[in-house]
């Protein structure tokens, strides 16, 4: 069993502020190690699309639209990851999905995904 359970979206005025947060439980996250967990959005008629993502190693990963405004943490010891946005705007609405990936056959987990609007 594995299950990823995103909160945390919402609705937020451009130029606001939102904190998605994930967490990763059950049998397969216990016995096999994480090697990756991250965040992909998908906006009405779009792609799946790469937000961050934050390696074991430490290394962290952002796509060139969310640089300098999305920051991605990742606690490896709880197994859990956050994703702070500042400075939304209305491109970045989507539904967000957290995404965990696992050492080795890289099999790779999402969650039920969890929506982002940004209006006014």
């Known amino acids: 069993q594995a299950q990823l359970v995103e909160s945390g979206g919402g609705l937020v005025q451009p130029g606001g502020s939102l904190r998605l947060s994930c967490a990763a439980s059950?049998?397969?996250?216990?016995?096999?190690?994480?090697?990756?967990m991250g965040w992909y959005r998908q906006a009405p008629g779009k792609e799946r699309e790469l937000v961050a993502t934050a390696l074991t190693g430490g290394h962290k990963n952002y796509a060139d639209s969310v640089k300098g405004r999305f920051i991605i943490s990742r606690d490896v010891r709880v197994k859990t990851v956050s994703l702070q946005m500042n400075s939304l705007q209305p491109e970045d609405a989507a539904v967000y999905y957290c995404?965990?990936?696992?050492?080795?056959?890289?099999?790779?987990?999402w969650g039920q995904g969890t929506q982002v609007t940004v209006s006014s």
């Open positions: 059950g049998s397969v996250f216990d016995k096999y190690p994480i090697s990756a």
């Open positions: 995404h965990a990936r696992l050492s080795g056959w890289g099999t790779a987990y």
